[in-house]
């Protein structure tokens, strides 16, 4: 049997499982007090409660209802959890293209010379281990707006693996191909783009799959310091209104789409390194 169908396979009885214990613990059973006997009565047996997880049924429900109508909005507390993962992925997004933009040349400049590496190393290495969510009040205050300080945050986070990455791959790269491409007299901007560019983009791509990865973590974190929108708000107001169906959901969305942007970003990569 192929490897595949039997990971698959594993997998779905993982899956299967899960759902097995889930229900079990979620599971209400009811007994009428008329029909306890005095031993049952004595011990304590008799009605189960739930502990207040939702079943898996109950979760069903919760999923057919949201997305029946998942870009409604109806005021600020109430908004599609479609719409809700909209505002998370447009922060996102707009959070990451800035790093990309800054982070990817500095990388360049970084890894081609040993002079700005010495000069920014120690700028990176004290500014790099700090929170991103640390960054938030300072956002918070010079920039007056929830939504511009959640895309600052997703900024921060994702600028050091790809800046770090970048010059990495950049200074990898092997210095008989620069000294050819300085034989064949390219200015250091064709040579950066036609020969340490596509050498380096392997490395460079990891980085940006990294940087992805700790964006969409750090955008729920984020959302639920600053409020207004975003999937990380949902959870936090569902949170308050005692749903934890939708808790779940919520978290249960973030992690497909998760998964899904890192799988956009894998494939990616396998296309840099194996075109055909």
Not at 22 to 46: I, N, S
């Amino acid at each position: 049997m192929n490897q595949k169908i039997k990971s698959g396979a594993l997998s779905l009885a993982l899956f299967l499982a899960l759902l097995g214990l889930w229900q079990w613990t979620t599971h209400t059973e009811v007994k009428p007090a008329g029909q306890l006997t005095e031993y049952e009565r004595l011990m304590g047996k008799g009605e189960k409660k739930n502990n207040g997880m939702p079943t898996p049924a109950q979760m069903g429900e919760t999923l057919k209802q949201q997305l029946a109508h998942p870009f409604h909005d109806a005021g600020p507390n109430n908004k599609g959890v479609g719409l809700q993962l909209g505002y998370s992925l447009a922060r996102v997004g707009g959070g990451f293209l800035l790093a990309a933009l800054v982070g990817i040349p500095l990388g360049f400049l970084i890894g081609m010379s040993p002079l700005w590496h010495g000069a920014l190393n120690p700028f990176i290495q004290i500014l790099k281990p700090i929170s991103p969510l640390a960054w938030m009040p300072i956002a918070l205050y010079t920039l007056r707006d929830a939504a511009v300080s959640a895309i600052f945050v997703i900024f921060i986070c994702s600028l050091w693996p790809m800046l770090v990455n970048t010059a990495y791959g950049v200074a990898g790269v092997r210095r008989e191909w620069i000294n050819v491409a300085r034989t064949l007299e390219l200015g250091p901007l064709r040579t950066a783009f036609l020969v340490v560019l596509p050498a380096a983009a392997p490395t460079i791509l990891t980085g940006m799959r990294i940087s992805m990865g700790i964006a969409w973590l750090v955008i729920v974190a984020a959302e639920m310091l600053v409020g207004g929108t975003g999937i990380g708000y949902f959870v936090w107001n569902q949170w308050n209104n005692l749903s934890l169906s939708n808790v779940l959901l919520a978290i249960l969305l973030i992690g497909l789409v998760g998964m899904m942007l890192d799988l956009l970003f894998g494939a990616l990569q396998k296309l840099l390194t194996h075109p055909e």
